[in-house]
């Protein structure tokens, strides 16, 4: 492993040196990884880190798992590729809610308050009160 991955679970470290190998092409699209017993060696660990950091390129796409034949580098692994927990633009997806939640929260204040001022003005808006906040 690079000194740059030292830091962190034994098995995110592990991932991202696959993730490495994969990313410069030194394991390309439909390789076969090395062995569950190879990896253990190779990084001196147990079976289950071993797992995690499959699992954890499982979970990215960067591999599939074949029952009985071992773990393979999946077709069009690309550093653009798509992460399940990343908007296109790169942000994670739990950012992007937070923000549509508060830009909710700012819309139903506004809300209320032009109601507010409607009614203070004797223009009270029924539509506006009779809808339900999500």
């Not at 040196?17 to 660990?45: F, H, K, N, W």
């Not at 079976?47 to 954890?56: E, I, M, P, Q, S």
């Not at 798509?82 to 950012?95: C, F, M, S, Y």
Request: charged share 30%; hydrophobic share 30%.
């Amino acid at each position: 492993m690079t000194s740059a991955n030292r830091s962190g679970p034994l098995y995110t470290r592990i991932a991202a040196d696959l993730r490495s190998r994969i990313a410069s092409g030194e394991l390309r699209p439909g390789d076969r990884l090395p062995s569950e017993q190879q990896l253990r060696d190779r990084y001196d660990v147990s079976r289950n880190t071993v797992r995690l950091a499959l699992h954890t390129l499982i979970h990215d796409n960067l591999v599939s798992a074949a029952r009985g034949s071992g773990y393979y580098v999946c077709e069009q692994p690309t550093s653009d590729r798509a992460h399940p927990d990343r908007a296109e633009d790169g942000r994670d997806i739990a950012q992007v809610l937070d923000r549509l939640g508060s830009i909710l929260e700012e819309v139903h204040a506004l809300r209320d308050r032009v109601e507010e001022i409607a009614s203070n003005q004797g223009h009270v808006s029924g539509a506006g009160r009779s809808r339900k906040r999500r």
